[in-house]
């Protein structure tokens, strides 16, 4: 059974800091991570996505690899209470390009003004 | 808004209906998903079709049935649903992956269903 573990949460910084979402998963062989954000009631949205190991930055989001460590996380700075929200960790299994994702828990985010 | 278009946004249904769920994409991706997904849970994958083709049937039970008429199109037919069925069911659809890398999923907005 392939896992993807997220903490629940809720994690809760202050507007403008660095809100830090910590993702691991079991597979070895994993090659795809994706981190969406889902607001109540509403459907995911992808954020970032990243293939390989190290930072893909894109705006105040950052994805960060380390395939040896089996961890993906994702970095919001100057984080804003729009922000708030669950955010998703995807994986997908066994590194081939069309298998099925593996979603985590979900980690919720609460950005205090 | 998204480029997934689901109809309807919310569905009340009995347990001796028949419905379906509409999702339409116009992004030319040839991978189309269903998942359903309850309150305070991830997304869970039901079917996959790639290509037009049943990829993926995740032991859905028959009640749920998915068809795909064209590449832009994918259906969800219920029938005899139960109340544990109520749920957000989301379309979602990739281009093709790499042997390597899965291409982003890209979510529609996901219809509400409710079985009474």
């Known amino acids: 059974q392939k896992e993807v573990e997220q903490n629940s949460g809720p994690l809760s910084v202050p507007e403008g800091a660095i809100a830090s979402l910590n993702c691991t998963y079991s597979?070895?062989?994993?090659?795809?991570f994706f981190w969406y954000r889902q607001y109540s009631g509403k459907s995911p949205e992808l954020i970032m996505f990243i293939y390989s190991n190290g930072d893909k930055e894109d705006g105040r989001f950052t994805a960060q690899l380390n395939k040896a460590s089996q961890y993906v996380s994702l970095l919001i700075r100057d984080s804003q209470p729009s922000d708030s929200a669950t955010y998703l960790c995807?994986?997908?299994?066994?590194?081939?390009?069309?298998?099925?994702?593996?979603f985590g828990k979900g980690t919720r985010l609460s950005v205090i003004a | 808004d998204t480029e997934v278009t689901q109809t309807p946004k919310h569905l009340v249904m009995g347990m001796t209906n028949k419905k379906s769920l509409k999702c339409e994409q116009h992004m030319g991706h040839r991978a189309m998903y269903w998942y359903k997904q309850k309150a305070k849970k991830p997304p869970e994958l039901m079917f996959v079709?790639?290509?037009?083709?049943?990829?993926i049937n995740e032991s859905v039970p028959s009640r749920f049935s998915p068809e795909c008429p064209n590449s832009s199109l994918l259906n969800l037919h219920l029938h005899a649903l139960q109340p544990e069925d109520s749920a957000l069911y989301l379309c979602?659809?990739?281009?093709?992956?790499?042997?390597?890398?899965?291409?982003?999923?890209?979510f529609g907005n996901g219809t509400r269903l409710t079985v009474t």
């Open positions: 597979d070895r062989g994993s090659q795809s």
């Open positions: 979602a659809s990739s281009q093709s992956g790499t042997r390597r890398n899965n291409s982003p999923l890209h």
């Open positions: 079709y790639s290509y037009e083709k049943l990829s």
């Open positions: 995807a994986v997908n299994e066994k590194g081939s390009g069309n298998t099925p994702l593996v």
